[in-house]
């Protein structure tokens, strides 16, 4: 008997122990399904009010989505999003030849809002040099949604802010 109780106040534990573990992966999880709602093309403007388009692709057995960016006088950047335990990882290939690393942790609740904050980057020789340093994404509802990317380059950051509409499917 006294065994039995045993057993069952460690599953109990065990079980208590793992919950947040489990909690947080649901977030997480919840956090990447609001980006993959995104799926499909979108347009819009950038702060100067200069043409930007964005389209997102699932990828790789739908464990990870593709975003294509194209902002106006620049070259096209890709980021792909994908699960991280509690939080969703963020990896940028930029036109200056680096590629920042970055990680959100969506908070309980319906998703609003991820930020995504600068974790390391490759190929760059020193956090002065010039990299995409956060990303704020807002979702106002399914058709519309915002970016706010943060550059940095020798300690100052500049905020590009791109609002986003959903395309019509053709």
Same mark, same amino acid.
């Given at each position: 008997m006294a065994n039995r109780i045993l057993a069952t106040l460690i599953a109990i534990l065990a079980l208590t122990a793992a919950a947040p573990?489990?909690?947080?992966?649901? @977030?997480?999880?919840a956090g990447l399904q609001k980006i993959e709602s995104l799926a499909g093309d979108w347009e819009g403007k950038d702060g100067d009010g200069n043409p930007v388009k964005t389209s997102f692709?699932?990828?790789a057995g739908d464990t990870?989505?593709? &975003?294509?960016? @194209?902002?106006? $006088?620049?070259? &096209?950047m890709v980021t792909l999003y994908s699960d991280d335990g509690d939080g969703i990882a963020l990896l940028h290939y930029c036109p200056t030849n680096n590629q920042p690393r970055?990680?959100?942790?969506?908070?309980? $609740?319906?998703?609003? /809002?991820?930020?995504f904050g600068? /974790?390391?980057?490759?190929?760059?020789p020193d956090v002065a040099?010039?990299?995409e340093h956060r990303l704020i994404m807002e979702f106002q509802n399914k058709e519309?949604?915002? &970016?706010?990317?943060?550059?940095?380059?020798? $300690?100052?950051?500049?905020?590009m802010t791109y609002q986003f509409t959903r395309r019509p499917a053709n």
């Open positions: 573990i489990v909690l947080a992966a649901s @977030h997480a999880s692709k699932l990828i990870a989505v593709m &975003e294509t960016l @194209h902002m106006s $006088g620049m070259e &096209e970055m990680r959100a942790v969506p908070a309980a $609740g319906e998703i609003k /809002q991820l930020d600068f /974790q390391g980057a490759g190929n760059l040099t010039g990299h519309q949604f915002t &970016e706010r990317w943060t550059w940095r380059k020798g $300690g100052k950051d500049l905020e």
